[in-house]
């Protein structure tokens, strides 16, 4: 019996924070991912987290996780395609540390991720640009602040994170 808090505790501080020097918002994802699994293997087992065992999170209760997931949250496949993502993450780490579960963690780490329908992204035509550029109202100020922006988004093909990230000043 190997205890999970010290794996999951090391994961977090050493792994995503020190090694990886991993986003804040990566490191809040893991969090939310595994608040949920841990809630749902306290509903399922009636342990505390601190009690779990890295042998409770066999392949069978993470498969169960990801169902759940799906089914009683609505969660999209996209959605729990990422939740297994940072499972794995933990696992992988895991597997240095606890090598003793070598067979348990490699039988997680096979948990295969779901196909997911991509959207594709097309351009918009004249007609829908024209609609959007004539929306902001260029007899105030914001208006014509958002014209120029969308001006400019239609004219160098930049995402909205790469015009908010141009340093203009903000006015409110």
Known sequence: MTAL???MEAFFTNRLMTQQAASPHTIASYRDTFKLLLGY???????LPARLNLTDL???MIGDF???????????VASRNTRLAAIHSLFRYASLQAPQHAHLIS????IQTKRTTKTIVTFLSRSELDALLGAPDLA??????DH????LAAQTGLRVSEL???GFPSYR
């Not at 293997?41 to 342990?47: A, C, W």
């Not at 039988?107 to 096979?110: D, M, T, Y």
């Open 107 to 110: 039988r997680v780490l096979a």
């Open 5 to 7: 808090a010290p794996i």
């Open 140 to 145: 105030t100020w914001h208006g014509r602040r």
């Open 66 to 76: 990801l169902q759940h997931l799906e089914t009683v949250r609505g969660n999209s």
């Open 164 to 166: 908010t990230g141009l």
């Open 58 to 60: 066999d392949a069978a």
């Open 41 to 47: 293997l306290h509903t399922r087992t009636g342990k």
């Open 148 to 151: 120029a922006l969308l001006i």
